[in-house]
């Protein structure tokens, strides 16, 4: 009656026997590390470990060891204020060929990664990492948004043939436009109305002055606003999730303001370029006409600017721009078919389009020159004081000669490497932030406070499993024992599931992996009830244990059920701490099912089943 077949035997240990070896690489937490990582190649230059390790060396810094991959190497440290030590020291020494960062490994042995089994991720409030509050820049937004109607403006009426004086950006915000006569006011008026509809349109007489006076609608400005918070917050999200910041918080709060949090990350000016990096492109035709030489001298033609290749190599280009970053609305990283080198394809809005055919189509035979713009935020000490500053990038990365009319879609090629192309790409897809951000509120969560919250929330995890234990043991004897294993068991199914699927553990999820503890006994209870109940109505130990397991099932799996829908309510409309502890909340459920029906069946039967049994014993339950 109480037997399981041989195939249910082994399911639980290999489930149990998988769990563990996903569950063990938390055992062994982080070890701080510096990242080296060339700046614009795809793999480390020849001599890069023997350099690194020789300024450490010379310094006196202790290390454990060093990591190399083909495009970084990784230096261990035994703690974090070393780690910041090397850090200072290899920028210093390294200069701005290498990217040095800091950042927290697993500290997996070997055997585990050949698995590929890794400790899940922890949130902000246990690993530590920054958290940012920005302010988006409402007023830049309604400026960018009169000048960008302020275009479209003048382009309209000249392809209407409505004669006006001047069309500028109002200093109390909105457009005004003059005119020599109030019949092109009404014309311009009549033109206005069927091609904007959304704005709002004033007629000015001062000063005997023929004006009108436009003005974005309160919908249309609610509109502009919002939309350009929605804008930046998709820029920072793709921006840090392509440089690998597990588990990033960006999300809007308010009207005007984006909450940054980046776990792991301890290096608050690292952050900072982070969010802050830009990266565009211009095209440019050569000036082939300009003498160079003079220019360098510092006589620059009027029509040109001067510029300089990667390689150093100066370069006269004309002060008219083609087509900006701004009009580029895709791109993406590849190779060149013919010279087999990195490229990034470009794709261009309609009226980016329109400009470079038309450029293009008048200039055959002329060369072209691709402008990288790159703003990189930055902190540099003087005098023990954090001075941030912004250093512009500007250099020539590709000259070509124009041979056939461009279109919406080409390419370019002369970047360094594939890594290179793929970073392009990257901010040039995400674009640049559509309104100016300031930093309001910044906050650093150390290593020490991320481990003081692990310790007390491991502690309550602790203490909670010991007390439901003792509880168990008590009241059931050797069938609370037995709840107990399962128990264990349901914690390391709950840390491995959670692993595997890379969930993050903050800690309100702690708090869940408290709360499954206690909800995991509680179908045990269930059980054991039953089982008592049906021996006091005189039932045989065997029939009460059969009896027990089945007709309490029903009622686990009710009340389950009801737990699992209301953690999904959670999820679904929480925030990222009410996310956390909802998601460790339903696996433990989950989990717990399987554990402490499944699980400590098996354990019973194992004990009990091939027995004849005439009582359960005082120590049995």
Request: no cysteine; hydrophobic share 45%; proline share 4%.
């Amino acid at each position: 009656m109480n037997q399981y077949p041989l195939w249910k035997y082994l399911l639980i240990v290999v489930v149990m026997a998988v769990a563990t070896v996903y569950a063990l690489p938390n055992l062994y937490g982080d070890r701080p590390v510096v990242q080296v990582a060339p700046a614009r190649s795809d793999t480390l230059a020849e001599g890069t470990v023997h350099r690194v390790e020789t300024v450490l060396k010379d310094a006196g810094i202790a290390y454990q060891g060093v990591e190399p991959s083909p495009d970084r190497l990784s230096v261990l440290f035994s703690d974090t204020e070393t780690q910041m030590r090397a850090q200072d020291l290899l920028k210093q020494s390294l200069g701005d060929e290498y990217t040095v960062a800091l950042n927290l490994v697993p500290a997996t042995p070997a055997w585990l990664k050949a698995f590929n089994a890794v400790p899940m991720y922890l949130g902000l409030d246990l690993r530590g990492g920054v958290h940012f509050l920005m302010q988006v820049d409402m007023k830049a937004v309604l400026q960018q948004a009169d000048e960008r109607y302020i275009s479209d403006l003048r382009d309209m009426l000249r392809k209407d043939k409505v004669r006006y004086r001047s069309i500028l950006r109002s200093e109390q915000g909105g457009v005004d436009i003059q005119f020599t006569s109030a019949a092109d006011r009404s014309a311009a008026q009549q033109v206005i109305g069927r091609e904007l509809p959304a704005l709002v349109v004033r007629e000015l007489d001062e000063g005997g002055v023929v004006a009108l006076h436009l003005a974005l609608s309160d919908q249309e400005l609610r509109e502009a606003k919002r939309q350009a918070v929605l804008q930046n917050v998709t820029t920072l999200r793709n921006r840090v999730n392509e440089l690998g910041v597990a588990e990033p918080v960006i999300q809007q709060q308010g009207l005007e303001r984006i909450v940054v949090q980046l776990p792991g990350v301890q290096d608050p000016a690292r952050a900072k370029e982070i969010l802050g990096a830009t990266a565009t492109l211009e095209f440019r035709l050569v000036d082939t006409s300009g003498d160079v030489e003079a220019a360098v001298a510092g006589r620059v033609p009027v029509e040109s600017k001067l510029y300089r290749e990667r390689n150093g190599t100066p370069l006269l280009l004309k002060k008219r721009i083609i087509v900006t970053g701004d009009q580029i609305i895709d791109a993406a990283s590849g190779i060149d078919s013919q010279s087999g080198t990195p490229a990034v394809f470009i794709t261009l809005d309609g009226k980016g389009a329109a400009h470079i055919s038309a450029v293009t189509k008048d200039n055959i035979g002329k060369p072209m020159a691709v402008v990288f713009i790159e703003n990189k935020p930055e902190t540099r000490m003087i005098d023990g004081v954090a001075v941030h500053e912004t250093r512009t990038v500007q250099e020539v990365i590709n000259v070509a000669t124009i041979r056939d009319q461009l279109s919406k879609r080409f390419q370019i090629s002369g970047l360094d490497s594939t890594r290179e192309a793929r970073d392009l790409a990257l901010l040039l897809r995400a674009g640049a932030l559509s309104a100016p951000m300031e930093i309001i509120e910044e906050r650093t969560v150390g290593p020490s406070l991320g481990q003081d919250n692990i310790d007390q929330g491991l502690r309550s995890v602790i203490v909670g499993f010991v007390l439901v234990m003792v509880f168990m043991v008590v009241w059931y004897r050797m069938f609370g024992m037995v709840a107990n294993l399962a128990l264990l068991l349901n914690v390391v199914l709950i840390t491995a599931v959670m692993s595997l699927l890379q969930f993050t553990l903050t800690l309100p999820g702690i708090a869940g992996i408290v709360l499954t503890i206690g909800m995991a006994v509680d179908a045990n209870v269930l059980i054991f009830e039953r089982i008592k109940e049906e021996l006091r109505n005189g039932n045989t130990p065997h029939a009460s244990i059969h009896a027990g397991y089945d007709k309490a099932f029903a009622t686990i799996t009710d009340s389950n059920l009801t737990t699992l829908l209301a953690t999904m309510v959670l999820y679904a409309f929480g925030t990222g701490p009410i996310k956390g502890f909802a998601v460790t909340l339903s696996i433990g459920i989950l989990t717990s099912m399987f554990t402490a029906i499944l699980g400590t069946r098996a354990i019973i039967n194992l004990a009990y089943g091939g027995r004849k049994l005439t009582r359960l014993g005082k120590l049995a339950i």
